[in-house]
Each structure stands twice: as C-alpha cells, then as structure tokens.
C-alpha cells in the first residue's frame, strides 16, 4: 500500500519527474562513455593480436581515406577562402592585411582542419559504417561470424577504427594544403597581396608545431568518430528502424564529441 | 544391437539454469542429444528456446548447471577454448545471415580462408561439394540479395557445413516461409543428415516441420523440457501443455 501510494505521489510531482528525467540522462551519458571505453579496449586488444586482415584494412583505408579527398579537397579550398575574405575585412580596417596568410594558416592547420575532416569522414564514411554493422548485427550476420569462431571486434570494428586513427590525419594535411591555397588565392590574385608577402608571414608565424597539433587532433578525432559509430551500429537493435536510430544517434554523438574533445586539446596544446 | 556399448551422448545439458535479471527463463534443462540424430527443440514464443541454443555454442554462460558438448563442458571455457569448441558447430541462422557484401562463393568460403590453410584451388572443390550436396550448382557468383528464401538457407547450409562439423544448430529453420519452401528446408535438413551424418539440432515452433524432421522432439515449456521423446509418441504424451500446443496444429489440420 505505501509503495502504490509513494509511486503515485511522485507520477503527480512534476519536480520528481524532472529530477528522473536528468538522472536517467546522466546515466544514459555514463553507459555510453563506459559502452565506448571498454570497446576502445577491445579494439586496442584485438587490433594487436594475430590474425592481421591486411586485406580488410586497406579496404577501409580506401573508403574513410581515398573516397573523402575530394571531399575534403573542396571543404578544405573553401573554408580557407571563406577565412581570408573575412579576415580580410576586418585586418583592412586597420591595415594589417599582411597578417590574412598567417591567420588562415594557423586556424586551418590547429583547428579546421582536424575538425572539418573529421566531420567530414563522420558525414560520409561512418553514417555508412555505421549502418552497415548494425544491418549486420540485425540480420545476425554478427553472430555468424562469432559461430563461424572469428571475432567480430577483430573482423569488423579493428579495421574501421584503424582507418579513422591513420586516414584523419592524412585527411588533416590535404585540408591544410586545400585551406592554405584557398587562403592564397582570395588574399593574392583577387586582393591583390603580394606573394611575397603571403608567404614570408606565413612563414614566420606558422610552426611545425601548429601542423603537429592538427594531425594529432585528427587522430584523435579520427579515433573517437569510427568508434562511435562502430559501437552504436554494433549494438543496434530493433530491425530497420533500430538501424536508422543507431545512425541518428551515432551521427550527433560523433559530431558532439568532435567539439568537446577539441576544446579539451586546445587545453592541452595552449592552456 | 543391443549388446553395443552405449555411446555417450554428442550434446549434454545438465541442470541448466539462466536467468536475465528477475526473468527466470531456463529452470533446470535436462536434455541428451544422441550423436548422428535430429532433435528438435520444440516450444513457443518465449519458451527459451534460443536462450538454451546459445548455451549450448557458448554464447550464452549459465547461472548453473553443465553443457557438455563431444564430452568437453563448455561452461567453464575461455574465449579462446570456446573459439576451438565452436568450430565442431555449424549454424544455419534463421534469415540464413549471409554476408550480403560478399558472393554466395565467398560466403561459403570464409571460414575455409579463416581457419585453413588450402590453395584457392582446393577451396573451390569443397565449395562446389558443399553446394552439390544442399542441391545448387552455378549460383556461386551471385550475392545473397539474388535469391530466393529457400536457396538463402541452402546456401546457409552449406557455408555451415564447410569445415565438416560434427553439430549443426538451425534457428527457427521454416519461420516465415510459406509452404511450399518450409518443405524444400525440410527436405535440406533430412537430406543433411542422411548425407553428412552429422548430429543436428533445430529450434522450432513450426509443429509439422518439427515432426517431420526430427528423430527427438523435446517440448520446452516456461523454461523446462516437459516432454520429449520420437515424434510419434510425442503426439500422445498427456502433457496438457504439450497437448494444447499441438492441438494449434492438429485441431487446425484435422
């Protein structure tokens, strides 16, 4: 009697039902950071145990990698245009346009490139990944792998992982390559900046180490993308439409921890 | 006959017991699989079918009890003592779970890649064997998305049967399929067993099927084996659930 008559209190107290509604959120939050961790460590495991699926891995080399240079290719040529245009609004207000080469440099090379190209291979390499290991998972073609006595982790999530961890970077340096162009050509042959110019402040002020701070955070962002999508198809459930939620989930869950692990790095680079 | 020793039995469930959090549903399994016979595990939705199957591959570890399989427990196993285990099994899942990326010849293929050492050569013998023997030929090109529900399982069959296991589980092998195909799988699966000699074990809750198939029906009932035995004396155990389940069938059939 007292249980019914307390569980009916708390249905009227809409307070009750607000603190529930965070509670159940933060749990939710800390079941899929502990989800994602220990699938970093099985993939960490099994990527380093025999057998090693060359053939598999390239593959996924080949579709994260090789199929978004194009992709990236333009995003990047675009975002360093779209930088040098504004900057050089705003530096022109006090004739500082010289320093359009540097500021497109450093904010390509630290910040949009690891991020764009990360958001870029999440959009079209994982969207996919991750609906194809959650067909997979629904169909029960996971569990015939596991029957047929071949890991699944092994088989399926280490070389998609892989190929984030190695391919953003590489994806990081064409989109620096792209934006620095980009930047040159809006500041140069349409502003009419001198190349010299261009290049020697750009020079000066870009370090290795700025380069150094993208690809690092491509890897990491790299890392974090495949697995997230990874881990929400590798526990899809609920036929089609458990699918289509995984994906939806996978897709915000990726792109949101893109930014958070980025302000978090640009802690460690520069904090 | 009668003065052969007793083989011990290819599958044996002791006392299993599972439970998924307050949600008992297996309470003290009791059952023996004779090497080269069919058992179907018979029962309803929610009966805990699967749940026992997938004891039985490892897939699944108790709460209690033992599942001896070709005289080895496997409850107690490791991933990798499991791995070996599994490779005595072949399982024909119920959608067939072919990989859709790959052919029908790189489906049957893959574990003959994984866990052998033949020339490509050798590979394509045994795949068109296994074929020949769930009755296709010239399919091998073609991916999964080309063919018809019967063949998909044939094509099941016969990448489950690559390696020459000594079991062959099927989940819910006639599900969904309309008559004229359930008897097409019946016939693989008898056809299976008189050609492979292999234990088989099928998951089931189409009654027709199940009697036609299988050399044991065990009827599984809110996590218990409540009646089992041949098919034939099956039909008239008294057992009111038994007899209420197939009365769907034979009050519906006449």
């Known amino acids: ?271 | 006959m009668s003065a052969e020793p007793r083989k011990p039995p290819m599958i044996s469930v002791q006392d299993l017991w599972k439970s998924f959090g307050d949600n008992q549903v297996l309470t003290g399994i009791n059952l023996d699989i004779e090497e080269g016979s069919t058992c179907v595990i018979l029962g309803g939705s929610g009966s805990g079918k699967t749940v026992l199957m997938k004891h039985m591959i490892g897939l699944l570890k108790p709460d209690r009890g033992k599942v001896i399989v070709d005289g080895e427990d496997v409850v107690p196993m490791d991933d990798r003592q499991l791995e070996i285990v599994r490779r005595k099994f072949g399982m024909v899942f119920q959608g067939a779970a072919l990989f859709d990326s790959m052919t029908v010849y790189e489906n049957v293929s893959f574990a003959l890649r994984e866990h052998s050492t033949l020339s490509e050569e050798e590979i394509r013998a045994k795949v068109r064997e296994k074929l020949g023997i769930v009755g296709l030929s010239n399919i091998e090109e073609r991916y999964p998305a080309e063919l018809s529900g019967g063949m998909r399982k044939r094509v099941g069959l016969a990448r489950a049967i690559v390696l020459d296991p000594k079991i062959v589980l099927y989940d819910e092998p006639t599900t969904g399929l309309d008559p004229i195909t359930t008897d097409y799988v019946d016939d693989m699966i008898l056809t299976a067993k008189s050609e492979l000699e292999v234990t088989q074990v099928v998951i089931s809750h189409d009654i027709a099927s199940s009697f036609k198939v299988a050399d044991k029906v065990a009827f599984l009932f809110k996590g218990k084996i409540v009646a089992e035995g041949p098919s034939k004396e099956l039909r008239h155990n008294p057992h009111p659930e038994l007899q209420h389940f197939l009365q769907m069938w034979f009050g519906k059939g006449g």
């Not at chain 1, 990527?47 to 060359?54: E, G, I, K, N, Q």
């Not at chain 1, 690092?216 to 929400?232: D, E, H, N």
């Not at chain 1, 289509?244 to 989930?249: K, V």
């Open chain 1, 1 to 271: 009697m007292t249980t019914s008559d307390l569980e009916s209190n708390q249905k009227r107290n809409p307070l009750v039902g607000l603190v529930e509604g965070v509670g159940n959120g933060v749990l939710g939050v800390f079941q899929t950071v502990g989800g994602l961790v220990t699938l970093a460590v099985q993939v960490v495991v099994w990527a380093v145990r025999p057998p090693y699926r060359l053939q598999n891995l390239f593959a996924q080399f080949d579709f994260v990698g090789v199929g978004s240079i194009v992709l990236v290719s333009l995003t990047g040529t675009f975002s360093g245009m779209v930088f040098a245009t504004q900057s050089w609004s705003a530096f022109e207000l006090f004739g500082a346009e010289s320093l359009v080469g540097p500021t497109v440099a450093l904010t390509v090379t630290r910040e949009l490139a690891p991020v764009f190209s990360a958001l870029m291979v999440t959009m079209r390499a994982c969207s996919a990944m991750c609906t194809e290991l959650g067909t997979m998972r629904v169909t029960e073609q996971v569990d015939a792998l596991e029957t047929m006595a071949v890991n699944p982790v092994q088989y399926l999530l280490v070389p998609r992982v892989l190929a984030g961890l190695c391919m953003v970077p590489l994806l990081t340096m064409i989109f620096d390559t792209a934006g620095l162009f980009g930047g040159f050509f809006v500041a140069v042959p349409l502003k009419g900046l001198s190349v010299g110019t261009f290049v020697l402040r750009t020079q000066n002020l870009l370090a290795p180490a700025d380069i150094w701070e993208g690809l690092s955070k491509g890897a990491v962002f790299g890392f974090t993308v495949t697995l997230i999508a990874c881990y929400r198809g590798y526990n899809a459930h609920g036929g089609a439409k458990g699918v289509g939620q995984a994906t939806t989930r996978a897709m915000v869950d990726a792109a949101v921890a893109v930014f958070i692990e980025d302000y978090f790095m640009g802690l460690l680079f520069h904090g």
